[in-house]
Structures are given as C-alpha cells and as structure tokens.
C-alpha cells in the first residue's frame, strides 16, 4: 500500500508502462506504438544497444545545437566516445585508462531480461571516481517494442552536461532503434551528482532549530551529570532536556505487581510492541515492491504464500490494534478524571495531546524537508525524498494541524501518518461520548454502537459502490479505496468506539473484575483464536485467488468485519489477562521487558518508514537477488536501526516536550 508513493519499479518489472510516460517515439514512417508492440526486440539488439550510443555519440554535431552549455556537453560526449573508439587520449585530460572506466561504468545487457529483470544500473561508484573529469550517473528508462521487461540504463556523463540534455540526446538515439524512452520522474531525479547544499528558508530553520535544540539538550545533560556528581536534588526543569535523563526514563521497567488491575494494563505493552514490530515487518514486505529485484518473480511467488500474508497482508491489521487500544485508554483515563473531579477541561486535554504527538512529527516534517536530501545517494535516492518532501512543502500545515487525511489525501505529508490525523480527530470527538457515557451510564453504549455500525455500514456500501478489490494482485488497484475507506476518520472509527466502550467496561469492573464461569472463559478464547485464524486464512485466500474468481461484494463485507472481528479479539485478549485468565500469554504480554518498545512505539510508527526508505530502497545503486532469508534479515535490520533511532529521537524531541507539558502547563 506505501508503494503507490514511491518509486513504482513494479510497474517497471511488468511492463505496463502509461501512455502518458512514453517520450521519444520513433520518427520513422508512420509507424505506430502500437504497431511496434508486435515486433520482435531481440537480445542481441539490447546487448549492441549501448554500444552503439558510443558511435552515435562520436558522429555528433555539436554545431547543430543552439545553446552553448549543451554543445558544450555534446562535444565533450563526442570526444569521449572518439577516444574510446580509437583507444587513444585526445587531449581531455583523461587517460585512455580512464575512458574505458568511462565506458565500463555503463549498463550493459542484464541477464534475464524475459524473466522481468531490466535493471542495467552501471557502476555509479566507478563513474564518479574518474580523476580528471567530473562525472555523473544519470538512469534512463528505455520501454522496448516487444514482451521484454522496460530496461532502466545507466549512463557517466560530464558533470557539466545538463540532465534534461542528455535525456534529449539519449531519447533520440533510442528513437533510431526503436525504443521508447519513458519519463516518470524529471530526469535530474535520477542522476547522482555533486550537489550544491541550498540554503532555503526550510534549510535555515532546520539549521537553527537542530543547533538550539542540540545546544538544550548538551546544557541539560552537562547539569544533570554536575548535580549527580555534587549530590544535589535535580531540577527537572533544567533536566528536562537532558539526554540521560530522558533514555532513562525510556528505559526503565516497572515491576509487575499482581492482581492490580486498577493502576496498568500490563499485557498492553506487550500488545502495542507486537502490534508495532508487525507494523515493521508489513512495510519491509511492501517496501520490497521499490527495491530492484533481478527475480522478480520469485519475490512475487513467495508474496502468494502464506508466510507471506501472515506476515504482510495481515499486518495491516495491527494498526487496529492501535485503535483499540488508544479508544479503550482515552475512556479509561477521562473516566478517571470525572471520577475524581466531575469534570474534564476538553481544551487542556486537546493541548496536551497536540503537544505530545505534535512536537516529534513537526521535528521530523523539518527533517525530510531540509536535510535528508543530502544524507545518503543512490539511483533511486533523490526521486524518493523529492517525493516525500514535495508532499510536506505543500501539506506541512495540515500534517501539523492533523487534518491532511480530508485535505488533500492523495499528496500528503508523510502519508503513513494519516493514522495521527485520524487518532487526534477521535480524541477530538471522545469528551462529547466520554462525559455522557459517564454521566447516564451503559445506555449511551447503544449509540457508540450505533455510530460504529454506521462506520462499518459506510466502508461497506462505498466498496459496493465502487467494487474495490483487496488484492494487491488484482489487474488494477484503485487508490481511491485507500483514500475514501482506508485513510478516513470515519470509516476508520468503528474499531475505535468498540475500544471505547471496551474501555467503559474495564473502568467499571477495575474492582469486582469480570466473573464468568469456567467454560465461559474456554469458549471465548476458543472463538478468539478461531476468529483469529478465520481472518488470517481469508487475507491468504484473498490475494492467492484470482479476483474474477470471486465477487466483489465479499470483499465489501470482510473489509469493515475483519477490522471489528480482530480488534473484539484483542480486547477478549486484554479482558482475560486483566481478570487473571491470560494464563502464559499474559505473563508473556504483561512481562516488564515490552515497556520500553511500547513507550517508543509512537516514535518508531514515526520514523520507521523513512529509515527503510533511507536504508534500503533510496540507496540502491545495483539490483539485489531477492531470497526468503534476505527479507527477514531485512526485518531484523529493520526492527533494530528504527528501535536504536526511535531511542534518540524520542529523548530529544519527545519526552522533553512532554515534561514541559506537566511542569508548566498541568500545574
């Protein structure tokens, strides 16, 4: 589902390239596209295909060109191209050496190129190397007239040629041969170049607020460790900021204390961990869709699997989980309050909310909009971060506001974030359900069941309308089912409210606890796991079948019901482990070990996608060879770079902002 905004390399691998992308059609004749899907492009012409770009190159006529930087960039190509082809130095100032380094570092034929493999990447770093000629790595994608996969090509060329140029010039070769050259990103997105740091107003904030914040965070440090060294009570003011202080207190465990059922929900750490490193691994599989596979196919066999949807396709459910679990904590704690005061002040509640989520977000909108450009490069690095940072330059107000899921959803800042926008509007809306639920007890449950059922009712009826479908293997993914029933308040708020009125349930029995006889016990964890394993079969049968196999209309109703069906699951589950009938899942859920993940787990659904972008899809400068293997090492790298950032970030961005939020604003 995260695919759909970046780099679509599988739309490359399978061919189905849009009409619209195609540039450079041939001239000849009256010949059409369509004519040419029929002919035969045979390998022998691909393995010459480059080559013969060199003798282009060396009967170039730069005179013919107007602009005097692209002559300059022709007749540079050409002298290049004359000097491989007679192997001798002409004057350049680069070796014969190095101009067959020149040639070498190009892409050449990829094996298996039937089997969906097109990625011709080159040599980038050999590219860059040559001494006495700045170079760059520019990737071209050619769309052949037959049944091979489209071939992305990489070409060295001088660093003072203009991408746009060399994309003319290489367009119109390709032209000559009968090949299409394809244009899904501004070319200079895919050249890998010395780049010139622009100091924008979003750079000089960024500078300024990382320095101020660096500079708070070394001052509070150094005072904590002097106050520790003379043995004087801590200010936590002063110490608000201070890097040990705060991992510290990421870090450290409670004793679990039995039989307290009023002070912690411990097996929900335990769950909001799980559901969280479920998360990871859901997007490490959906990020595979970006990263250039050489056997494509197997990466699509072992995705039909049913490993594989246990560990991908079912995962999406975990941010239900979430759900669950913020509906079933936000009664709890307000219920708390009104019992204790009989009153909740809802703009306090709404500040302090917005200042915990709000700060660690609007550090990393700063983040991708000033600095990430020039963290790293790869083939693909620059039109990945151009993305995500196109999407905040024109969203950032809305993520910041948590409004960008009506917004503008198709182009939003962070898309993974929209479950905060979703989060923040149903606390928004919680006092108004809260206070009354309170105030004239269980019957308000009927209307909280009620509005989840029309939640549920509007997910299924705009399925029906529009005939979405589930797999990701059907012929074509609308993405307008993510944008009106995945990324909307209310078409996401069912599982929410059933959380909600969870949450009424626990405050209400924190005492008694829930008595229920033995086999009462024993048929709800029966139906719990049966539900459980009801739903994971179905998602496997969803996307191992063919889609004209099926109607439409069951995937209308799965849809709402899987996302309920799995989130009663997960409060049946926290219902027994409170009420002592977990039995070994509940000391393994309730284990003090899960406390620090579950306190990092905002931060980690914070950062996690943009470190897989960042770690393995942007900087890609060669093809991999997908194994089952390789993608559970990816998870485990995954899950250990996003814990180990997530650590620093939260100390530095997160828990300072929300010790300031108790020491001057609650008090």
Not at 86 to 103: A, H, K, M, T, Y
Not at 345 to 360: D, E, F, G, Q, S
Not at 398 to 426: E, F, G, K, R
Request: with cysteine; charged share 15%.
């Amino acid at each position: 589902m995260w695919s759909t905004w970046l780099l679509p390399l599988t739309l490359l691998s399978s061919g189905s390239i849009p009409e619209e992308k195609i540039k450079h059609q041939p001239k000849s004749g009256n010949v059409s596209r369509e004519l040419h899907r029929n002919v035969e492009f045979t390998i022998e012409e691909v393995l010459l295909l480059n080559r013969n770009f060199v003798d282009y190159l060396a009967v170039i006529d730069g005179q013919a060109i107007q602009d005097v930087l692209d002559r300059q960039c022709a007749n540079k190509m050409r002298q290049l191209a004359e000097a491989y082809l007679e192997r001798q130095w002409i004057g350049l100032g680069v070796s014969i050496r190095e101009v067959n380094f020149w040639f070498d570092s190009w892409g050449k034929l990829p094996s298996g190129m039937y089997h969906e493999n097109g990625f011709a990447l080159g040599n980038v770093d050999q590219c860059r190397a040559i001494e006495h000629t700045r170079m760059q790595h520019c990737t071209f994608i050619g769309a052949f007239p037959s049944n091979l996969a489209p071939m992305l090509s990489g070409l060295c060329i001088p660093h003072s040629c203009n991408p746009d140029f060399a994309q003319q010039l290489y367009g119109d070769y390709l032209s000559t041969q009968g090949v299409f050259l394809v244009q899904m990103f501004q070319q200079d997105l895919l050249c890998i170049r010395d780049e010139v740091v622009y100091f924008d107003g979003a750079m000089i904030t960024a500078t300024v607020v990382s320095a101020t914040i660096a500079l708070f965070v070394l001052c509070s440090t150094v005072y904590e460790l002097s106050i520790l060294a003379l043995k004087r009570k801590i200010d936590p003011l002063f110490s608000s900021f201070s890097l040990l202080a705060n991992v510290r207190s990421i870090l450290h465990l409670v004793p679990r204390v039995k039989n307290a059922q009023s002070s912690m929900i411990d097996c929900a750490h335990g769950i909001r961990s799980l559901s969280m490193i479920w998360i990871i691994v859901l997007h490490v599989h959906d990020m595979s869709n970006t990263v250039p596979w050489e056997n494509n196919p197997a990466r699509e066999e072992y995705l039909r699997s049913f490993v594989a949807s246990v560990l991908h396709y079912s995962g999406m459910l975990a941010v239900d989980t979430f759900f669950v679990l913020s509906g079933m904590l936000v009664a709890m704690s307000m219920l708390r309050e009104l019992d204790k005061k009989g009153k909740i002040n809802p703009l306090m509640l709404y500040l302090h909310r917005y200042i915990r989520i709000t700060a660690p977000l609007a550090a990393l909108i700063l983040f991708v909009v000033s600095f990430a450009a020039y963290m790293g490069e790869g083939v693909f690095w620059k039109a990945n971060i151009e993305f995500l940072k196109q999407g905040c330059v024109a969203n950032w107000w809305s993520a910041l506001l948590h409004i960008q899921n009506y917004v503008d959803p198709q182009n939003m800042c962070l898309p993974w974030t929209w479950y905060l926008s979703v989060d923040m509007q149903l606390y928004i809306i919680s006092p108004a359900l809260i206070y009354p639920l309170w105030r004239y007890g269980k019957r308000v449950l009927f209307v909280i069941g009620g509005l989840a059922v029309l939640s549920m009712a509007c997910v299924l009826t705009t399925f029906l309308i529009n005939e979405f479908r589930l797999s990701f293997f059907a012929p074509v993914i609308d993405i307008r089912r993510y944008t009106l029933t995945y990324y909307a308040t209310h078409a996401r708020m069912a599982v929410w409210l059933w959380g909600l009125a969870f949450g009424y349930l626990l405050h209400k029995t924190k005492e008694t606890g829930v008595n229920l006889p033995k086999r009462y016990w024993i048929a709800g964890w029966v139906a719990c796991f049966v539900l459980l394993g009801l739903i994971i079969f179905s998602n496997y049968q969803f996307h191992s079948t063919d889609v004209n196999d099926f109607s439409f209309v069951i995937d209308a109703f799965y849809e709402p019901l899987s996302r309920s069906v799995f989130g009663l699951c997960v409060m049946w589950i926290i219902l027994a482990c409170v009420n002592g009938k977990g039995g070994l899942l509940d000391e393994f859920l309730g284990a003090s070990i899960w406390q620090p993940l579950s306190r990092l787990s905002f931060t980690m659904y914070l950062l996690h996608i943009l470190l897989l972008v960042m770690a393995s899809v942007a900087p890609s400068k060669t093809s991999s060879y997908f194994s089952v293997i390789d993608t559970f090492y990816r998870i485990w790298g995954a899950i250990g770079l996003t814990t180990s950032v997530t650590l620093l970030w939260s100390a530095i961005f997160e828990v300072p902002f929300g010790t300031l939020d108790k020491l001057l604003l609650r008090s």
